[in-house]
């Protein structure tokens, strides 16, 4: 059986680890000096070598040569993830009091030390604050923040980053070169950023992609993206474009073309974030696009909030003034009640009981009057107003917008057929609805709460009164609000 890429090229002294030398010159130059402490804490993020440097630490501190497959029975590894009951804590002290076999320390390291329970870190408490002589510990962590002060204070800690695309990218080469591996500039820049900053777990699809290398006539982007099920790179550079130049219909045919090809929302935003951040310095106005990239990744629904994202980014800043029409929607269906009154006012004055609504006022725009952007059905989805319920909207809006719930908690609704009317009761409340960055959210929250892709009229009134004679007097006196009084 072949070993696995990143085993064979573990590092296998404190000189062969890459990108951690703030760590390793430091501790290199302490053993030089004798000054060995009683405790360390290598603490950072997963597959950038805490585990390797705990192992070769601990045999050059015993000045042991020290192989991927060396034992020794001073140097002890303990799982902290299926050994963190009081128990195993209690079982080590009592072995920690018994002399080194052969070596001159007894070393132990105990990976994700921050699995242990609360009782189990109070055990080992006692332990780090009073060691024996001959004991040395070498805690791991990917998560610190989950381990007591108490526990932190009492080591010596060395805190290792995230390894940079450049580094991974030479080592990578290194690796392939020594294998026989084909690949180029290209295909290596993008294992590199897949890797997200881990060895290992570039290592390791470097090591998975080489099986397909000889068949396929070595590693190339294609391949890559084939086998990963990323976005070709066309698509991602072209949806920038799109962004930049404001063309919002392209932005809608490329998702629609990317959903069509299988790539996953999740893989297209991470794309898209390591793109933008490549434009940073010269496209600073992409700082926004990048925020919301981040926001959409953390998104349970991550294909409707890439889709706001990117639509918003791509509007025209004219488009996104107080007075921009809705985007997202097709003309808007008036319901009847409406009809009427904009019959209402080209004729002649109301007479008694024949109005049924107080009169429309300018600021609602015709329907021809409003811009639109035609949505594929796959993307914006139908219409479904028979899941519509208020509340759930509302409240999803709360949670998750809350500067749009700030506005539209002060609303009241109707609906019909497929459109959503929303009475703001003010005219404030209507611009800001009207604003495209928030009919972007509140369409989003539309779909993401099931009623679908609705119509949304805004008017900055309050009700029409039901009932037929407060309709009257209420288009008489200019408009009020009904309300029910107690017997």
């Not at 935003?269 to 434009?279: G, N, P, R, W």
């Amino acid at each position: 059986m072949s070993q696995a890429l990143y085993r064979k090229y573990r590092s296998k002294s404190l000189s062969e680890i890459v990108g951690q030398n703030h760590v390793t010159a430091v501790l290199s130059r302490a053993l030089k000096q004798g000054k060995v402490a009683h405790a360390y804490l290598l603490t950072g993020p997963r597959g950038i070598g805490k585990t390797s440097i705990a192992r070769i630490l601990a045999h050059e501190i015993n000045q042991l040569p020290y192989t991927d497959e060396a034992t020794h029975l001073d140097i002890i590894e303990i799982d902290a993830a299926s050994n963190n009951g009081v128990d195993d804590v209690r079982d080590l002290r009592e072995k920690v009091q018994l002399a080194p076999v052969s070596a001159a320390k007894k070393v132990y390291i105990i990976d994700e030390v921050h699995m242990l329970s609360k009782p189990a870190f109070n055990a080992l408490l006692k332990t780090l604050e009073e060691p024996p002589e001959h004991v040395v510990f070498i805690l791991a962590t990917t998560n610190i923040e989950k381990l007591p002060d108490t526990i932190i204070s009492r080591t010596q800690r060395f805190g290792l980053r995230s390894i940079t695309a450049e580094d991974a990218r030479t080592h990578l080469k290194m690796i392939a070169d020594k294998e026989g591996i084909t690949i180029d500039e290209l295909s290596l820049e993008i294992i590199a950023q897949r890797g997200r900053g881990s060895f290992r777990d570039s290592i390791s699809l470097l090591d998975q992609l080489s099986s397909l290398a000889d068949e396929k006539g070595g590693i190339t982007k294609d391949l890559i993206e084939e086998t990963l099920g990323l976005a070709p790179q066309d698509i991602i550079d072209e949806l920038l474009n799109a962004v930049t130049s404001q063309d919002t219909q392209n932005v809608i045919e490329l998702l629609s073309r990317s959903e069509k090809s299988g790539v996953d929302a999740m893989t297209l935003i991470e794309q898209l974030i390591h793109a933008v951040k490549q434009t940073l310095v010269d496209a600073p106005s992409h700082v926004s696009l990048l925020d919301g990239l981040l926001d959409a990744s953390t998104s349970s629904k991550p294909d409707i909030k890439l889709m706001t994202v990117l639509l918003f980014a791509a509007l025209p800043k004219q488009k996104q003034a107080p007075s921009a029409a809705p985007l997202l929607a097709t003309k808007p269906v008036v319901s009847a009640p409406i009809q009427q009154l904009r019959k209402q006012e080209s004729s002649t004055p109301i007479k008694k009981h024949a109005a049924t609504t107080p009169p429309v006022p300018q600021s609602v725009k015709k329907a021809d009057d409003i811009p639109t952007i035609e949505m594929p059905a796959h993307i914006a989805g139908e219409a479904h107003p028979e899941n519509f319920n208020w509340e759930t909207l509302v409240e999803y809006v709360r949670v998750n917008h809350v500067a749009l719930h700030s506005v539209l908690s002060k609303c009241q609704f109707e609906i019909h057929d497929d459109t959503l009317t929303l009475y703001t009761m003010r005219k404030f409340n209507k611009t800001k609805l009207d604003e495209a960055k928030y009919r972007l959210m509140l369409s989003e929250c539309l779909i993401a709460t099931e009623a679908g892709n609705l119509e949304i009229e805004t008017i900055p009134t309050v009700p029409p009164p039901k009932d037929s004679q407060a309709a009257a007097i209420a288009a008489i006196m200019g408009g009020g609000e009904e309300v029910t009084v107690d017997a």
